[in-house]
């Protein structure tokens, strides 16, 4: 059974950071590209990030890039979204993924974890 679990996200302050972890079964991991979505209320599903088996990352250049850093540990199957200079904007659901092909459509991506909160507040 594919499993993806995350946690790490909380209510934070302006400027502030978090660490999102997801931590994938090891059959799943070994085979997919990771990524990382958001769901704010009453909007979309939105690609933050994603990483590949080799490393690739592709980042949404907009909202995220140079304030958001993916890394992926495979000892421990593990994915991990360093979330620095938070804004209130980025107050969402954050969603685990795992697909076969790097890319920002949701579509791309298979399983998918529960999510968790992450609130910035002003």
């Known amino acids: 059974q594919v499993q993806l679990v995350e946690s790490g996200g909380g209510l934070v302050q302006a400027g502030g950071s978090l660490r999102l972890s997801c931590v994938a079964s090891?059959?799943?991991?070994?085979?997919?590209?990771m990524a990382w979505f958001r769901q704010a209320p009453g909007k979309e599903r939105e690609f933050v990030v994603a990483?590949?088996?080799?490393?690739?990352?592709?980042y949404d250049e907009d909202s995220v890039k140079g304030r958001f850093t993916i890394s992926r540990d495979n000892a421990k199957n593990t994915v991990y979204l360093q979330m620095n200079s938070l804004k209130p904007e980025d107050t969402a659901v954050y969603y685990c993924?795992?697909?076969?092909?790097?890319?920002?459509?949701?579509?791309?991506?298979?399983?998918w974890g529960q999510g968790t909160q992450v609130t910035v507040s002003s």
């Open positions: 990483i590949s088996l080799s490393g690739y990352r592709i």
């Open positions: 090891a059959r799943t991991f070994s085979m997919s590209t």
């Open positions: 993924a795992a697909g076969n092909v790097a890319g920002s459509s949701r579509y791309q991506y298979r399983y």
